[in-house]
């Protein structure tokens, strides 16, 4: 005998249609990226997230939490980020421990090239596909599952409201 409490045929259908746009979406954004300005969607999302940052510099372990990544899987990408000048990794001054990464003035050339296109494409993918009343749906959607995944709100979208 078995304590599983199986899926609805409404969740099952939810829960399908989740994990096709799980799936789904990560190809289609770096398709357009990668065809575009030759950038992965975490390299443009490590980028845009440093280009947001005060001085458009953070420690790597916040680098690492605003985008949720691994610091061995962040600092792959960061070295190929610096092999193309976009950013740059120095000792934190007020760590000796840490250190810091700067978008570069080509990484924020890059970001401003970068930004039309990947909005464009997801609000054709996503956005627009949806009423203002599903976007706030999606919204708390989103903020509530991440209360489970992310229970220490390590990623900086966790901790918003």
Same mark, same amino acid.
């Given at each position: 005998m078995t304590d599983t409490q199986w899926l609805t045929?409404?969740?099952? %259908? /939810?829960? !399908? #249609?989740l994990a096709a746009v799980l799936e789904l979406l990560p190809g289609a954004l770096d398709a357009q990226l990668t065809r575009d300005v030759q950038l992965t969607h975490f390299e443009y999302f $490590?980028? /845009?997230?440093?280009?947001?940052?005060?001085?458009? %510099?953070?420690?790597v372990a916040g680098l690492a939490a605003q985008t949720n990544a691994t610091l061995p899987r962040l600092s792959r990408v960061l070295t190929g980020l610096? @092999? @193309?000048?976009? &950013?740059?990794?120095?000792?934190?001054s007020?760590? #000796? #421990? /840490? @250190?810091? &990464? %700067?978008? %570069?003035?080509a990484g924020w050339q890059k970001v401003l090239r970068s930004?039309?296109?990947? $909005?464009?494409? $997801?609000r054709n993918l996503v956005l627009d596909q949806l009423t203002p009343e599903q976007i706030a749906?999606?919204?708390? !959607?989103? /903020?509530?599952?991440?209360k489970r995944l992310d229970p220490d709100? #390590?990623?900086f979208v966790s901790a918003q409201p």
């Open positions: 045929e409404d969740e099952r %259908t /939810a829960w !399908i #249609r $490590v980028l /845009a997230m440093l280009s947001e940052a005060p001085s458009r %510099t953070l420690r610096e @092999k @193309k000048h976009l &950013v740059e990794r120095t000792e934190c007020e760590d #000796r #421990r /840490a @250190k810091n &990464v %700067t978008l %570069t003035e930004a039309p296109g990947h $909005v464009t494409n $997801v749906q999606l919204s708390l !959607i989103a /903020a509530q599952l991440l709100a #390590r990623m």
